[in-house]
């Protein structure tokens, strides 16, 4: 993912923008501005919004995530007569900490077309409900999420569900060093904190997969928004 300083340093040169004329429009204050672009401060949820809107970006984005710079949903009926795969709901992955996700069948289920799953059969995929709001903006309370199986990560720095303490998952941006007797779970939100798991910890900690869709209920009734998440 890339840095918050640096998303906004170039949101600022596409849209030709100067640091001032962004504080006098988003009322955010130039200073703060200025502190942002060299990696100083994180912003509050309230001035990535603000900053968000005025420069026309998606929120996500600007946060460093591999995602289109402007907002790019497709909105959809859940009746559409496309190929579709049902999924159970089975259970909840915090974006927070302190919350437990299960393989018990919550009792919802959800609909994705075939064409996301890539080739891959429905065993590889489970889809799990976000709890929380540690990963805002880019995973909400309430969005469901569509993970991809596997054990590893490719990169640090990589978003993945993970399992720690033998019962406790959640969804963070993962850091580590391959070799080294640590990781690091890195919330979006920067109004929670990195949490370090090491040395006999890591021996209660397991990746268990990879977001690969996010499913959000739209404004508009009865619609939902499908958006891929990073590369299958």
């Known amino acids: 993912m890339a840095e918050f300083k640096d998303r906004l340093k170039e949101a600022l040169a596409i849209r030709k923008m100067s640091a001032a004329e962004l504080a006098r429009l988003s009322q955010v204050n130039e200073g703060a501005i200025s502190q942002y672009k060299k990696g100083a401060y994180k912003a509050t949820q309230e001035n990535l919004d603000r900053l968000a809107k005025t420069l026309n970006v998606s929120i996500a984005w600007l946060m460093g995530a591999d995602v289109p710079m402007e907002k790019e949903y ?106 080294e007797d640590w990781l690091r779970l890195v919330p979006l939100n920067p109004l929670y904190k990195p949490e370090t798991i090491e040395n006999e910890a890591l021996e209660h900690c397991r990746v268990i997969g990879v977001p690969r869709l996010l499913i959000r209920a739209a404004c508009k009734p009865n619609t939902v928004t499908w958006e891929p998440r990073g590369c299958c």
């Open 74 to 179: 497709k909105l959809v009926s859940p009746t559409v007569t496309d190929d579709v795969v049902t999924f159970p709901v089975i259970g909840e992955i915090a974006a927070g900490y302190n919350c437990v996700a299960n393989e018990d069948w919550s009792g919802d289920t959800v609909e994705v077309p075939t064409s996301y799953l890539k080739g891959r059969p429905k065993s590889d995929y489970m889809v799990l409900k976000v709890h929380g709001d540690s990963m805002y903006p880019l995973y909400q309370d309430g969005d469901t999420v569509l993970i991809l199986k596997q054990s590893t990560l490719d990169r640090s720095g990589d978003i993945g569900a993970i399992i720690y303490e033998d019962e406790c998952a959640t969804l963070k941006k993962i850091e580590f060093v391959h070799g």
